[in-house]
C-alpha cells in the first residue's frame, strides 16, 4: 500500500506561479509512473500530466502544456508540479497519482489552487 500526500497549493493572482509536491510511502516508488491530475467543482476529473520513472520522460495536456512543468526525485520520493503562467481556469483541486492514466492505483488527498485576483 501506498499514501500519497501532496502540499503546495495556495491562492495566487492570475500569471502567478505555485510549487506543488507530492510525497509517496512505501517501496518501489522509483518503478512507477507518477501523474497529476485536477479537478474542479462540478467538472470532471481533467489529466494534467506525468512524469516517467526515471524522470527522463513527460506528458502534459494541452491545457497546461508550456506553462507546467512535472519532475521527480526518486531519493526522496518526490514529484512535483512547477506550475506558471496561472490562469483562472487552472482553479481546482490538484492530485497526484500513481501508475498509468486513467488506471492509476493510487493518489492523494488533494491540494486546492485558486487563481484569483
Known amino acids: 500500500q501506498v499514501a500519497l500526500v501532496e502540499s503546495g497549493g495556495g491562492l495566487v493572482q492570475p500569471g502567478g506561479s505555485l510549487r506543488l509536491s507530492c510525497v509517496g510511502s512505501g517501496r518501489g516508488f522509483s518503478t512507477y509512473y507518477m501523474g497529476w491530475f485536477r479537478q474542479a467543482p462540478g467538472k470532471e476529473r481533467e489529466f494534467v500530466g506525468y512524469v516517467s520513472w526515471s524522470g527522463d520522460f513527460t506528458a502534459y495536456a494541452d491545457s497546461v502544456k508550456g506553462r507546467f512543468t512535472i519532475s521527480r526525485d526518486n531519493a526522496k520520493n518526490m514529484v512535483y508540479l512547477q506550475m506558471n503562467s496561472l490562469k483562472p481556469e487552472d482553479t481546482a483541486v490538484y492530485y497526484c497519482?500513481?501508475?498509468?492514466?486513467?488506471?492509476?492505483?493510487?493518489w492523494g488527498q488533494g491540494t486546492q489552487v485558486t487563481v484569483s485576483s
Open positions: 497519482y500513481r501508475g498509468n492514466w486513467p488506471s492509476y492505483d493510487s
